[in-house]
């Protein structure tokens, strides 16, 4: 192809990924745009890779082939490869991925009708190896509506994390290597790209729609969490900080400091789950993230000593959705105010795409506009609009709202002549009929100020009727508070409006009124489910605290708006219906304390629990199925997940999962959900710590039982791995992290823990009920004889400063080259394996990655080793092996969790010597390979029944709400 008529190189990079190769190829040949090249790099791959790629190049002359002598890394190939390419614009695509039809072809497109666009991206799903549909990708930074410019995102990827990805976005080629390309020495090469293009002033636009399939599997998970492990993320990250936190970029990150430091200590938290990293790592970076910290509050302060400018920038957020007409006088009010700081965010929700036109009818205006068919919620579109505001104040509008002459004017004035945060102006409410053949409304009812009650300081945190459109507010206030709850089926406005309330600082005025505008008919929400509403109600409130005064206005208040729903529902009546909503909101009284049989419980650890992560997860999932197949409504609450992370199984069938959350989203999640919980569920210390800091900001009484799943007691585990380092601990040490780890069961309704040993440790400072869940396993030996296995193995995650990581590095060192050179017995490791330090021991052991269906691998082994040197809990790894009819060699430590006999129900070995001796004889003696199996197997069905296990998990959880209802309210926190 000749080079001048290149408009657009697909540049498709490829390393060891001759499986998925053929399908990206494909996907990226099937992109029909005029003047396209295919550009494929292959990063010196050792499997079929280049022969798959240069059979393809010669069936389509579009593909040109290169292959690099030596692997140049995942940055390095994409600089490579960018070198290689001549479009125009460029696309990049890893070879275990694929592009979706017609993704290329839009991007182009939507380039050509908007060339004030540097660069446009778009949305993608997941899928598993299979190419099975995992999940529409949601990543917070996401918009759910498509907008060209105005966004600024260079803070919104400082606060969100790398929303874009390479092949969602088309580059142009020559801005790319003007700007230096790519940076090899980073990890998180694609966000540093997208931060140097829009510190530069790039304008970007997101188009509403999948482009691409990213496909999860062994190895990207693995590398995933190896990036994680290694402490490689958090130090990428403070890397950016570093760069881009500069006095030219202060005026892109002023009003964002709080969201952004929110991202890094999120960032931090999750290296807190590998704690040896972490202590390694954490101590030599806190200058530096000090430092970062440090630029983040100059910049904070210094907007605030700035002079204020004689009239104040204001963004006005139009949310509408089928009124188009009304939308059109909307737009026409707001120009007629003539203020010359305006900024208009219109977020059209119209199913059919009206934009242009309200677009032309603003074009005498400063315009950003979204626009999206999805049936979002009000709340979720003022989420998107306020992702584009810039003004410094920020007010809102919809349809049917009137302002009068002058209302920027005033609402400019409030942040110009007096030092508040929040205006209220007065708002009457005009209330009409729909009627029933035509769009228009006769009006039925009209509620004059603020439904007839002065707005004073005893009155304000009710709510009095203040509606959204009566606010404006300082932009800087979302950095703290947040923006519009989209998970409250109703009030996420009134939710917003007192969150903006309790910053303090707030200015009323009593002139001229705003006229809010409300259609009715028996649709409106409050009659579809009047329980559920004021149940709603009552979380809001009780998220917030009262004096005794304030109570008692928030309880006649709410009596009243139940008695207004009670006799608007009985009458019809649209004026009553829409008084009710222009009220405060309180508690009703309590409904009865006797829990329900079925439960709605809340769980929380670290991950969703699938069984190739190990750690405990195989066991955390087994109680999550069988509260489910109770009947009880599970949801769960990953606490390492910043955005949507799904398992390779796709999730947990029948469980609700929270994703997108993390630490950083608990307190709030906590406040909203546990009014309606019947137990929270917490596993892990390290969580529960959390869970504790977070409940500390709730109300003292709950009516929801606790159950802290303690897991393991790590003191244990910590105390024995110092004893193996030349570092032990000094005295008292060991106490005091034992008690420490123990006070966390304070104020717990029941614990459990994972054997008798741990039971009664945890009993020496909890004197309520304490169960004992080891593992769920039913026995299911693998059929293949003696003779027909070979080689060692073993299973279980590995991450840096492990348990397992410990052991296995002390066998390759210790036992594996011995038992190779005299037995031919190679072993084998399945799992993630996160530890930069038993790669260099590849050649003593064979990594399988994850394997998602162990059996075939237990079905070939001869023995599972297990020598682990220090650990807390009880080894599930050793249960799984047994119940798979696989004879175990463990250390003495495990036979003592166990409490197993050695040479009955496994084989002892504590030095290198005993080790070597034992897999030597067990290796090559079939008769007492036949009774270590036996024995094992009589344990795992004595110990581990997955009957006896569901029973006690369910009854556990039964016992334990009936003691907290007939307890009534205690503090946990």
Not at 187 to 205: I, P
Not at 649 to 657: F, K, L, P, R
Not at 684 to 702: E, F, I, Q, S
Not at 890 to 910: C, F
Request: aromatic content about 8%; some cysteine; charged content about 25%.
């Amino acid at each position: 192809m000749d080079e001048a008529r290149v408009s657009v190189s697909i540049i498709v990079t490829s390393f060891n990924y001759a499986t998925y190769l053929p399908r990206a190829l494909e996907s990226a040949i099937g992109q029909s745009v005029p003047g396209m090249e295919i550009v494929v790099v292959d990063n010196a791959s050792e499997d079929d890779s280049w022969s798959i790629v240069e059979d393809t190049a010669a069936r389509d002359a579009r593909i040109r082939p290169f292959r690099n002598e030596r692997n140049l890394g995942m940055i390095g190939n994409h600089v490579r490869a960018l070198e290689h390419a001549r479009g125009e614009r460029v696309l990049f695509l890893s070879a275990d991925d694929y592009l979706l039809p017609g993704h290329v072809a839009r991007l182009v497109s939507a380039h050509r009708e908007h060339p004030e666009i540097d660069y446009i991206f778009t949305s993608y799903v997941k899928v598993d190896e299979h190419e099975r549909f995992l999940q529409f990708f949601g990543h917070p930074g996401h918009l759910r509506s498509s907008y060209f410019g105005g966004r600024n995102e260079f803070a919104d990827l400082l606060t969100y994390d790398c929303y874009m990805c390479f092949p969602t976005t088309l580059f142009r080629r020559e801005e790319l290597l003007e700007h230096g390309g790519f940076r090899t020495e980073l990890t998180a090469g694609d966000l540093d790209t997208y931060l140097r293009l829009a510190s530069r002033g790039s304008r970007f636009a997101f188009l509403d729609t999948a482009g691409v399939a990213v496909r999860l599997h062994a190895l990207e998970i693995t590398g995933e969490e190896r990036y994680v492990a290694t402490g490689r993320q958090l130090l990428d990250h403070i890397f950016l900080l570093e760069q881009y936190l500069n006095d030219a970029n202060e005026p892109l990150v002023t009003g964002r400091e709080r969201g952004i430091a929110r991202l890094l200590e999120a960032k931090i938290n999750n290296l807190r789950a590998y704690p040896k990293v972490a202590a390694e790592i954490l101590p030599g970076a806190q200058p530096r993230i000090d430092d970062v910290v440090a630029r983040l509050n100059r910049t904070r302060a210094r907007q605030h000593a700035l002079p204020k400018a004689r009239k104040a920038a204001i963004s006005v957020v139009l949310v509408c959705g089928n009124q188009t007409e009304r939308a059109l006088e909307a737009i026409d009010m707001v120009a007629a105010q003539q203020y010359e700081h305006l900024e208009l965010v219109i977020v059209s929700g119209s199913s059919e795409d009206t934009l242009p036109l309200l677009l032309d009818r603003a074009r005498s205006l400063n315009v950003k506009a979204l626009h999206s068919a999805r049936p979002l919620s009000d709340a979720a579109r003022y989420n998107d609009g306020l992702r584009l505001t810039t003004g410094e104040i920020v007010t809102y509008l919809e349809p049917r709202v009137r302002w009068p002459d002058g209302h920027l004017d005033r609402i400019s004035r409030f942040v110009t002549e007096q030092p508040v945060d929040v205006l209220i102006v007065p708002a009457d409410l005009v209330v009409g009929r729909r009627n029933a053949n035509t769009s228009e409304s006769t009006e039925v009812a009209y509620f004059q100020g603020f439904a007839g009650t002065p707005v004073a300081p005893t009155t304000i945190h009710v709510g009095e009727g203040i509606p959204l459109h009566a606010i404006a507010h300082r932009r800087i206030l979302l950095d703290t508070i947040g923006v519009f709850e989209e998970r409250l089926p109703v009030l996420a406005d009134i939710d917003f409006v007192q969150r903006l309330l309790a910053t303090g600082r707030i200015a009323t005025d009593d002139r001229l009124p705003i006229h809010v505008h409300r259609r009715t008919d028996d649709s409106h929400p409050a009659f579809d489910d009047p329980n559920a509403y004021i149940a709603t109600l009552q979380a809001l409130y009780r998220a917030r605290p009262a004096d005794a005064p304030l109570a008692a206005l928030r309880e006649a208040h709410v009596a009243r708006v139940h008695a207004e729903l009670v006799r608007a529902a009985n009458l019809r009546n649209p004026g009553s219906a829409l008084a009710f909503a222009f009220t405060a909101r309180g508690p009703l009284p309590q409904k009865s304390r006797e829990p329900r049989k079925r439960q709605r419980v809340l769980v929380i650890d670290d991950r969703v629990p699938y069984n190739a992560l190990g750690r405990g997860y195989p066991r955390a999932r087994k109680i999550i199925e069988d509260l489910r197949d109770a009947g009880h409504e599970v949801i769960f609450y990953p606490m390492l997940s910043l955005y949507d992370e799904p398992p390779l199984t796709g999730g947990i069938d029948g469980v609700e999962i929270l994703y997108g959350r993390g630490r950083e989203l608990l307190a709030a999640t906590l406040s909203a959900m546990l009014p309606g919980v019947d137990t929270l569920w917490v596993s892990r210390p390290h969580n529960m710590a959390d869970v504790k800091a977070a409940l500390g900001a709730l109300p003292p009484t709950r009516q929801w039982a606790c159950i802290y799943d303690a897991e393991a007691v790590y003191a244990v585990r910590e105390a024995t791995e110092a004893a193996l380092s030349a570092t032990p601990l000094e005295p008292g040490a060991y106490a005091k992290k034992l008690e420490r780890e123990l006070s966390l069961t304070d104020g717990c309704d029941a614990v459990v823990a994972v054997s008798a040993g741990e039971r009664d440790l945890i009993a020496q400072r909890f004197s309520g009920p304490i169960d004992v869940l080891s593992f769920s396993i039913a026995p299911d030996p693998t059929p293949k004889p003696f003779s027909q296995r070979d080689g060692l193995l073993f299973v279980g995650a590995i991450e840096a400063g492990s348990p397992n990581e410990d052991a296995l590095l002390w066998f390759a060192d210790n036992v594996a080259p011995e038992v190779e050179r005299e037995l031919g017995a190679r072993a084998r490791h399945a799992g993630v394996a996160a530890s930069p330090q038993l790669a260099e021991r590849g050649g003593r052991i064979d990594f399988l990655g994850i394997v998602p269906d162990l059996r075939e691998v237990y079905g070939n082994a001869r023995i599972f080793i297990a020598p682990t040197r220090f650990a807390a809990g009880l080894p599930q790894k050793v249960y799984e092996a047994a119940a798979n009819g696989l004879p175990v060699i463990g250390t003495p430590l495990l036979a003592r969790q166990l409490g197993w006999e050695n040479e009955r129900d496994m084989l002892v070995a504590d030095s290198a010597q005993e080790w070597i001796a034992a897999v030597r004889r067990l290796y090559g003696d079939a008769t007492l390979w036949e009774s270590l199996r036996e024995g094992a197997l009589e344990r795992v069905r004595r110990e581990v029944d997955p009957s006896v296990f569901k029973e006690r998990a369910v009854g556990l959880l039964r016992r334990t709400s009936l003691a907290r209802h007939a307890l009534g309210g205690a503090s946990i926190a």
